[in-house]
């Protein structure tokens, strides 16, 4: 079945790089994606990569995708207090019909 | 802006009660899903409609149902509540069933704050 996990908090301090970790289960993933969720708001769609890309950068974003250990993680550059939001990891399955399944989301801290 | 309004934004209940919550998505998009979000449970997935039709179930409890229509919007329905719904309901809509080049992405609406007390 489809499993996304992640870790609940980080913290870091301002300037420093963030990496925010996700694992999934499920190896027939088309898309998995990186939603950021700001105090107060919606999930937002932040970056996705698609499942046949090791890599993708995206100004200070970089997201790493590890297929054989299905890891995937987000790098977040010179983090900033703007940054601090809770991250959701989410796969895409597509049979069918398309199911997005998230993670419970990693809260980001930034301290100044 | 995503594009999708839900409401109500916030409602304050009593347990045993019955309350719908409306969701209204972007403009052309076919697929509704519902999350409810909770501190202790993070963000699960409910359910998803397709242009009407449910399309996938998740951790949705018997007490809950929820309906697309016509017009393409949805309700969400709770039933007989619990302390333990109070959380943040979320829906989200996207363009399609996923097909072709669609990257799936997912548009989020603000959510309604339920506080059953």
């Known amino acids: 079945g489809e499993d996304v996990e992640q870790s609940l908090f980080l913290s870091v301090r301002e300037g420093d790089s963030s990496v925010i970790n996700c694992t999934y289960t499920?190896?027939?993933?088309?898309?998995l994606y990186w939603y950021k969720q700001e105090p107060g708001a919606g999930l937002q769609l932040l970056t996705y990569?698609?499942?046949?890309?090791d890599m993708k950068q995206d100004q200070r974003l970089t997201v790493l995708l590890n297929k054989k250990d299905k890891h995937l993680s987000l790098r977040i550059a010179d983090t900033q207090t703007g940054d601090s939001a809770i991250y959701f990891c989410?796969?895409?399955?597509?049979?069918?019909?398309?199911?997005?399944?998230f993670g419970i989301g990693t809260k980001l801290q930034v301290i100044p | 802006d995503s594009g999708v309004t839900q409401t109500p934004k916030h409602l304050i209940t009593a347990t045993g009660q019955r309350v719908t919550l409306r969701c209204s998505p972007r403009?052309?998009?076919?697929?509704v899903y519902w999350y409810q979000q909770s501190l202790d449970q993070g963000l699960q997935f409910l359910i998803q409609?397709?242009?009407?039709?449910?399309?996938a179930k998740g951790n949705i409890l018997e007490r809950f149902s929820a309906q697309q229509f016509p017009d393409l919007h949805s309700e969400l329905n709770l039933s007989s509540l619990e302390l333990g719904d109070s959380a943040l309901y979320f829906c989200?809509?996207?363009?399609?069933?996923?097909?072709?080049?669609?990257?799936?992405?997912?548009?989020f609406g603000e959510g309604s704050r339920l506080t059953v007390l």
């Open positions: 990569i698609f499942s046949n890309m």
């Open positions: 989200a809509s996207s363009r399609s069933l996923g097909r072709g080049t669609n990257t799936g992405e997912l548009f």
């Open positions: 989410a796969e895409s399955i597509r049979r069918g019909y398309q199911k997005v399944t």
């Open positions: 409609y397709y242009n009407g039709e449910e399309r």
């Open positions: 403009s052309g998009d076919l697929s």
């Open positions: 499920d190896s027939s993933s088309t898309y």
